[in-house]
């Protein structure tokens, strides 16, 4: 397990080299940049600026002095567009609190969809399969962007139950409908893919041994059927917590929660090479973390995949 985990990390270093160089000169081909505008700066004053941000410099120079800064002192750069502050400070600011609504919503997923998708697959073909199925459905048809102005219709200004955006430090009532808008969609994914997993598993041969033994059927689900059922589901929540983190643009612009979302949106409406980059390296790390972390889970949970490692 040791030597896999060593070699998933090591793979890790030239794949983010690669997205970082790509990424690099992929936004420099694009025309304009930071510092133009529809006045043009004078000539003297854009040479002092670039000097400033090192944009005078060749790019691969450019290109080296990035990473050596990111390697050896994990530091994203200054700002084009957010006078006085770093990528790191933005990040600091923005990033934990993209991370709080996205980790209740992942909860909120879980919490839902699983018992769901049990309830229904161990009721199945009755009024309580039929029901948490079009529930599931009927919740799939949501993506966050109708969702989001729906429950603000409800709760804010209907019923006046939730506030209908800020932050206001984390408080609970701002987190509901982030992490609901955020999370229905997959919450319904994560049920139907656990009834059908968990149907499948009730008719494997070492279930029906099981029942052929005697044993009670809470047993035979809780002790048998359920742990291999959820692998699919486990494949399918790793990938969805980071789009959770990295697809919550919309949700960040529509409550203004302060995340790292309307950063994105910013930096790429004002050509902040250092910020898009910044956050582009961020969400990958992210990606390979999860990723790993759920291969490593993966392993626990399934002795064949342990045995190939």
Do not use: C
């Not at 050596?68 to 750069?77: P, R, S």
């Amino acid at each position: 397990m040791f030597n896999y985990t060593l070699r998933r990390i090591l793979t890790v270093v030239p794949t983010l080299l690669v997205l970082i160089i790509f990424s690099f000169y992929l936004m420099r081909l694009a025309p304009g940049g930071p510092f133009t505008s529809e006045k043009p700066l004078p000539p003297a004053v854009m040479q002092n600026v670039l000097e400033r941000y090192g944009m005078d410099q060749p790019l691969y120079v450019q290109l080296w002095t990035y990473i050596k800064n990111i390697v050896f002192h994990f530091d994203f750069g200054p700002s084009f567009a957010q006078k006085d502050r770093t990528v790191n400070d933005v990040i600091a600011q923005g990033f934990p609190v993209t991370l709080t609504y996205g980790f209740w919503s992942a909860v909120f997923v879980l919490v839902l969809g699983i018992p769901l998708g049990i309830v229904a697959a161990l009721r199945h073909n009755s009024f309580w399969d039929y029901t948490m199925t079009g529930l599931a459905i009927f919740s799939q048809i949501f993506p966050n962007f109708v969702l989001a102005p729906i429950l603000v219709l409800l709760f804010t200004l209907s019923w006046g139950l939730l506030p209908g955006g800020g932050w206001n430090g984390g408080q609970w009532e701002y987190i509901v409908m982030p992490a609901i808008a955020l999370g229905t969609s997959y919450m319904a994914g994560v049920a139907r893919l656990t009834r059908g997993s968990l149907l499948e598993v009730l008719n494997a041969p070492f279930i029906l041994t099981a029942r052929s033994k005697g044993l009670p059927e809470r047993t035979i689900i809780w002790r048998h059927a359920l742990k291999p059922a959820l692998l699919p589901t486990l494949t399918y929540m790793g990938p969805v917590f980071v789009y959770m983190i990295t697809g919550s643009v919309f949700i960040d612009v529509f409550f203004s929660t302060g995340g790292i979302g309307q950063d994105f949106i910013d930096g790429a409406y004002s050509r902040d090479y250092a910020m898009l980059l910044g956050l582009a390296v961020l969400y990958s790390l992210l990606t390979f973390t999860l990723n790993l972390l759920l291969d490593l889970m993966y392993a626990w949970i399934d002795p064949k995949v342990r045995s190939n490692l």
